[in-house]
């Protein structure tokens, strides 16, 4: 048990609390570890029907993808982190969102390369670059090289395999 001296400033104890607690989806400097590799996750398929709806888990866990034009995320224009629908794991920057004309979400950066997984998609008679979260392995979409700069690449998202969390709160 740890005691604090009497006239120990409120603040500090508050200080130590959210920094033992610190449970932000998105990643903090002890998730940025000198190796950079992203802690894995695993659950069985009825967990993942317990915390994603019906359509997320078409989406995150049967490589699906929504129809373009409908996704809740498509044209927003909100700031702040995109986060993996299933972990939490923050992927992109709303400041790196761009409008592709494609329908879905697009980004020309990841927040981070580790967060992303490259895996190469050879369905439906063509040859892409399919992403999925490097933590919980969630479907996310695919990246082209037909982007802006800076990167010259576009991460086109399904929404349905996201979640917009505010940069200050990560609410």
Same mark, same amino acid.
Request: charged share 25%; proline share 4%.
């Given at each position: ?5 009497? =006239?120990?400033?409120?603040? /500090?104890?508050?200080?130590? =609390? &959210? ?29 993942? *029907?317990?915390?994603? %709806?019906?359509?997320? $888990? *078409? ?7 929504? *129809?373009?034009? %409908?996704?809740? $995320? ?7 982190? $995109? ?27 990841? /927040? ?6 490259? /895996? ?28 802006? *700069?800076?990167?010259? &690449?576009? $991460? ?16």
């Amino acid at each position: 048990m740890i005691r604090f001296a009497a =006239g120990t400033p409120l603040i /500090i104890v508050l200080l130590l =609390g &959210l920094v033992a607690c610190n449970n932000q989806p998105y990643p903090t400097e002890s998730s940025n570890d000198m190796n950079n590799e992203v802690q894995t996750i695993t659950k069985t398929e009825e967990q993942w *029907r317990q915390v994603l %709806t019906e359509e997320e $888990y *078409r989406v995150a866990r049967e490589s699906g993808t929504e *129809r373009a034009f %409908t996704g809740r $995320y498509w044209d927003t224009k909100a700031p702040g982190i $995109y986060n993996c629908v299933g972990c939490g794991l923050a992927l992109f920057d709303s400041d790196t969102k761009f409008d592709s004309g494609s329908g879905w979400p697009a980004y020309y950066d990841a /927040i981070n390369k580790n967060h992303i997984k490259e /895996i190469t998609d050879t369905s439906h008679g063509m040859v892409r670059t399919e992403i999925r979260c490097a933590r919980c392995d969630s479907h996310l979409g695919h990246v082209f090289n037909d982007g802006p *700069r800076p990167t010259g &690449l576009r $991460y086109c998202v399904n929404s349905l395999s996201l979640k917009l969390v505010d940069k200050d709160t990560g609410e």
